[in-house]
């Protein structure tokens, strides 16, 4: 018999192990982005983070300021984000509230494929398809610009947005529409007066979380923003992120370099922006219990 | 009244027009890539090794790197996805320490996949010394894709009702002989379901295993787990913006990027088919 209980007691602990793996791999990832960049604050010091060029290779001097960068990410999430939300939230809306049985049971899946097509997919097919077609649009010198990786980033937020809206529209309790409606009013002042407005948290964090999958996308923005590190907030110019940053240049750097540590800051950065945004966003969902406890 | 009927019909119809604008743009990806990379496909392309840099042959390297990476992610994975769902839905109660865990699953889902390439670099190609390698690009991968196997073993878990286990607790089974032999034979496809959406998603992945494994050209095909591997994900990104003549090798460009999306929406496909069937099969 205590043999037994004996076993119990090692199986749960050895599944309460592989549980808390997810909190020691969140851990790691803080520590080692840490443990790498830490040696820049002594040298080149913390001070140089905060300039505005990012220009790390030179034989003159080397700049390391993300603010460009951070710039950079901000345009292309800020422009996609307000690309993304009427087509999220009113899709979301339709799928929910207006589509037939038979359409909903089509569009789902066929927009889950969105979510599903590889970012390299996406950059390329942006690379050949959409630059050309935003540069004869707006008579620019080059398609790789800011709007063009903010379209495709769209197109990446919107299953995001779109399904964690329609989970937030359906959770709305019915008596809600029943009472308007009985009030007289009709379908649709009930949906945009009444369901709406009460699934709005809901479909914040959506919006939020969509965010977040922008700011860390990596290779569609690599691949069609053109990659020059300015400050700017004009959407028809070429800008860098700090995703593509990461990517692009970390295979040319020694491992240790200051350049190397720099890049780290980037993740750092990076990193704590989605982190929490994330963390806003499940806190609104998890108090309006749309996610376990 | 009428005119406002005729409104409410107008709203409508754009309502559904901006929600078909998102499959017609969908459809459009799919359609172009399909088009102009059906052509490039033949039996070369296929099997063979690239030549010219990438600029003919074929992509079999690139495959086959593939493979091994998501055969190594899984092989990781699922195990300890599956174990951790266990434990949360069948031994956690509500404490802090469970709430902690969700927490780190969820914060796990959101952080980017560069930075996962990041961490990949500072632990398992530097720290411990794996090296650009299969070993460091599964590794990182397989904490990427955690949370997606731990969420769709959860459901599957959940999915199985309570009396299957009080009735083999009430005849005298353990608690782990009850979730053994009650529990995970039913929950077992689901499960399957949440490790082939991460499967999907490890393959056609880029960014992590840019900085842990991937190499643009290897004369060899990899020997151990220690050694670098080409990627379809890369090859692909390689051949659109770092190749010197990007714009004479469109086909192998669609053609990589035909097989790379095949390969990851049919997996996807695989698994929502599976979701079905399991559904049909098991109504409690």
Redesign the interface.
């Known amino acids: 018999m205590n043999k037994q209980r004996l076993k119990a007691k090692i199986i749960k602990y050895f599944l309460q192990s592989c549980g808390s793996l997810s909190i020691i791999i969140v851990l790691l990832i803080f520590l080692f982005l840490f443990k790498e960049a830490f040696p820049f604050i002594g040298s080149p010091g913390i001070g140089e983070l905060f300039h505005n060029i990012w220009n790390p290779v030179s034989f003159q001097k080397e700049e390391f300021g993300l603010v460009p960068l951070i710039t950079g990410s901000v345009l292309v999430t800020i422009l996609a984000t307000v690309i993304a939300i009427p087509f999220g939230i009113i899709g979301a809306v339709y799928i929910s509230e207006v589509a037939s049985a038979k359409e909903r049971e089509f569009l789902k899946p066929f927009i889950e494929i969105l979510a599903g097509i590889p970012s390299v997919v996406l950059g390329f097919f942006g690379l050949i398809v959409i630059a050309p077609f935003i540069k004869d649009l707006f008579g620019l010198n080059t398609g790789l610009t800011a709007l063009t990786g903010a379209v495709l980033l769209a197109f990446m937020a919107i299953p995001t947005i779109m399904s964690i809206s329609e989970d937030a529209i359906k959770s709305v309790p019915a008596a809600y529409k029943e009472a308007s409606l009985a009030l007289g009013a009709s379908k649709l002042e009930t949906i945009w007066k009444v369901v709406v407005p009460a699934a709005l948290s809901g479909i914040v964090a959506s919006v939020m979380l969509g965010m977040g999958r922008v700011v860390g996308e990596t290779m569609t923005v690599m691949m069609v923003t053109g990659n020059a590190p300015v400050i700017s907030m004009n959407p028809f110019t070429s800008v860098r992120t700090m995703t593509a940053t990461i990517a692009a240049e970390m295979g040319e750097v020694t491992i240790g370099s200051d350049h190397y540590m720099a890049l780290f800051w980037v993740g750092i950065v990076l990193m704590l922006m989605t982190f929490s945004l994330n963390l806003i966003s499940y806190r609104v969902l998890k108090k309006y219990g749309m996610i376990d406890k | 009244m009428n005119s406002?009927r005729t409104g409410?019909k107008v709203?409508?119809w754009l309502?559904?027009g901006?929600?078909y604008?998102?499959?017609v743009?969908?459809a459009y990806?799919?359609i172009?890539?399909l088009i102009h990379g059906l052509p490039a496909i033949s039996w070369e392309f296929i099997t063979g090794d690239p030549e010219k840099s990438g600029a003919e042959g074929g992509i079999f390297p690139a495959i086959l790197g593939t493979l091994f990476l998501v055969i190594g992610t899984i092989v990781v994975a699922l195990p300890?996805g599956m174990?951790?769902a266990?434990?949360?839905t069948?031994?956690?109660r509500?404490s802090k320490?469970t709430?902690?865990?969700?927490?780190?699953?969820?914060?796990?889902?959101?952080?980017?996949?560069?930075?996962?390439?990041?961490?990949g670099?500072?632990?398992f190609v530097?720290?411990l010394d794996f090296g650009a390698s299969i070993l460091a690009g599964s590794l990182t991968l397989a904490?990427m894709i955690?949370?997606t196997i731990?969420v769709a073993s959860e459901e599957a878990l959940k999915a199985v009702p309570k009396y299957m286990r009080e009735g083999s607790l009430a005849l005298g089974a353990?608690?782990?002989e009850t979730i053994y032999k009650n529990v995970l034979p039913y929950a077992l496809p689901g499960m399957l379901t949440g490790a082939i959406l991460g499967i999907?998603r490890a393959?056609?992945?880029?960014?992590p295993i840019?900085?842990t494994a991937a190499a643009f050209f290897l004369p060899e095909l990899p020997s151990s787990v220690y050694d670098q591997v080409m990627a379809l994900?890369?090859h692909?990104?390689i051949l659109?913006?770092q190749h010197p003549e990007a714009q004479k090798i469109?086909p192998m460009?669609y053609g990589t990027?035909l097989v790379?999306?095949f390969l990851?929406?049919g997996l996807?496909f695989v698994a929502?088919i599976l979701r079905i069937k399991v559904r049909k099969k098991y109504k409690w």
């Open positions: 406002k409410e709203i409508y309502m559904r901006i929600t604008l998102v499959v743009f969908i990806i799919l172009d890539i300890l174990f951790s266990i434990y949360l069948e031994y956690a509500q320490f709430q902690t865990i969700r927490m780190a699953i969820v914060t796990l889902a959101g952080v980017p996949s560069i930075v996962f390439g990041l961490f670099l500072g632990l530097v720290a904490c955690l949370p731990i353990t608690k782990w999907g393959a056609g992945e880029t960014a840019l900085l994900p890369y692909l990104y659109a913006t469109l460009q990027a790379l999306l990851v929406i996807n929502i």
